[in-house]
């Protein structure tokens, strides 16, 4: 960088006491005229380095939207085949194709290696070196081989679990009994309703009580940006499933992946569009699958494209509420039931209060009635304390920052 030349010399006045009115007149003159010099000067300068400024202003908006446009662009996924001098050989994902093709300046040949996934732009160059794979998978599923929770956990969703028993749990115990009648079996079964229902313990519930394994898949985990990506997860998820049978895969939040089509145009949404058709076609291609059901979840009902509710796809729809008065009891209890709770404890007045409380928020307010006992340096849990944590989540409500899923609004 040229160093900016130094500023011009401040003007001295040097009036000496001998000299004439005319004298001192004519240097007083002298020295407005270079101080108006050196004004000018200095304004020429000061409004160089505005220009630059301008510039540098303008330099930084366009390298950031050029990375804007970096960070949203979709990429390709390949596997390195080979490093040679000429290039790097590629296999594209999903076509095959092999191509010789170069770095991105921000990558050297010493940090590739054949077999690492990377992801390429339009016109084939590497951009990024991508994390094992099996971390992707891992990290968009849970698999429990034999989850804990029973139907005995989960309380005032009776006639749900009712439901799900029948849908979910009578195919993968008394197959011929479906046989003989001459009916398939639900295909999958969709659980609407607010948070914090109880959809994912129904889910685990089914898992444990027909003794089969449980594999959890979040929507939004589908919603991978690039592309390919999220269809081929589905296809890894339906293929660990084959290998775990009997097995209930959940997939929750399944608007994520299967919303009604917008108009918007973005690769990001033909991914989302991508990832549900292999999601479609997987359990279109289910009948001879055996000992795979699929549960699926949702707090959005109303954003679902219907193409996943047709037969043979989420055909049994179930809806999860949150729970009334008696169904709040029931929950309390349950959540209760380890504590050490001081007798006397009105929880029938307690379970009238919680208006409008989830099964989640219910168990919150148990956790939080303890902390309170705690706090007191105490091992028995009072009415007060139950009342406090009530206080307290409502306050919490009130502010907005809360847990309480049971006050918001949402459209199922
Ligand atoms: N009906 C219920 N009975 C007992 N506990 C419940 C019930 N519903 C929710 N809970 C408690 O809330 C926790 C969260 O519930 P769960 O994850 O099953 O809700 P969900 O409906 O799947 O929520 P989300 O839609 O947010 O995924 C459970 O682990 C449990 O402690």
Known sequence: MSRSPSLPERPHLDLDPDMSEAERLSALRQHFERMVEVNRELDERLQAVDEKRAELVDEVEQIKARNDALKTASYYIATVEEVTDDGVVIKQHGNNQEVLTDLAPNLTYEDLEPGDRVAINDSFAIQTILDDETDARAQAMEVVDSPTVCYDDIGGIDEQVREVREAV?????????????????????????????????????????????????????????????????????????????????????????????????????????????????????????????????????????????????????????????EGRRRILDIHTRDMNVADGVDFDALAEELDDYSGADVASLATEAGMFAIRDERTEVTEADFHAAHEKLEEVEESGTGPISGFTDYQY
């Not at 959809?199 to 940006?225: C, P, Y």
């Not at 009604?260 to 058709?277: F, H, I, L, P, Y």
Request: no cysteine.
């Open 169 to 325: 749990e009578q195919p993968l115990e008394n197959p011929e009994m479906f046989e003989k009648v001459g009916i398939d079996p639900p295909s999958g079964v969709l659980l609407y309703g607010p948070p914090g229902t109880g959809k994912t313990m129904l889910a685990k519930a089914v898992a444990n009580e027909t003794n089969a394994s449980f594999i959890k898949m979040a929507g939004s985990e589908l919603v991978q940006k690039f592309i390919g990506e999220g269809a081929r997860l589905v296809r890894d998820l339906f293929k660990l499933a084959a290998e775990r049978e009997p097995v209930i895969i959940f997939i929750d939040e399944i608007d994520a992946v299967a919303s009604k089509r917008t108009d918007s145009k973005t690769s990001g949404d033909a991914e989302v569009q991508r990832t549900m058709m292999q999601l479609l076609s997987e359990m279109d291609g289910f009948d001879d699958r055996g000992e795979i059901r699929i549960i699926a979840a949702t707090n959005r009902f109303d954003m679902l494209d219907e193409a996943i509710l047709r037969p043979g796809r989420f055909d049994r729809l179930i809806e999860v509420p949150k729970p009334d008065v």
